[in-house]
């Protein structure tokens, strides 16, 4: 078992910025990667950010590519995801999953393990 816990959400401005923390406690020797999802009201979870945990690879969803960018600490065993030039259509609640197997990466049907949430609400 992996256990996660986001941290960071909040209420910030179109163009401001924040940062999401998720730590990993249990089993991490099991990750291959981790990744963030996120879920607007009404709509599917949507891929946002994923890196695999011993090759350091990063991959991003169109929508938020060049304005977010997902780093690791893997003596901390947490992903952070920055996030800035928010926009309205950003607002959502911020999933962090944990994949234990090759393959999927991009797809949250792939991943074994995920966060309670946190939610992201940028105001225009």
């Known amino acids: 078992q992996v256990q996660l816990v986001e941290s960071g959400g909040g209420l910030v401005q179109a163009g401001g910025s924040l940062r999401l923390s998720c730590a990993a406690s249990?089993?991490?020797?099991?990750?291959?990667?981790m990744g963030w999802f996120r879920q607007a009201p009404g709509k599917e979870r949507d891929f946002v950010a994923a890196?695999?945990?011993?090759?350091?690879?990063?991959y991003y969803g169109d929508s938020v590519k060049g304005r977010f960018t997902i780093s690791s600490d893997r003596v901390k065993n947490t992903v952070y995801l920055q996030m800035n030039s928010l926009k309205p259509e950003d607002t959502a609640v911020y999933y962090c999953?944990?994949?234990?197997?090759?393959?999927?990466?991009?797809?949250?049907?792939?991943?074994?393990?995920w966060g309670r949430g946190t939610q992201v609400t940028v105001s225009s």
């Open positions: 249990g089993r991490t020797f099991s990750m291959y990667a």
């Open positions: 890196i695999k945990w011993s090759a350091g690879t990063t």
């Open positions: 999953a944990v994949d234990v197997s090759i393959g999927g990466i991009t797809t949250a049907a792939s991943y074994d393990y």
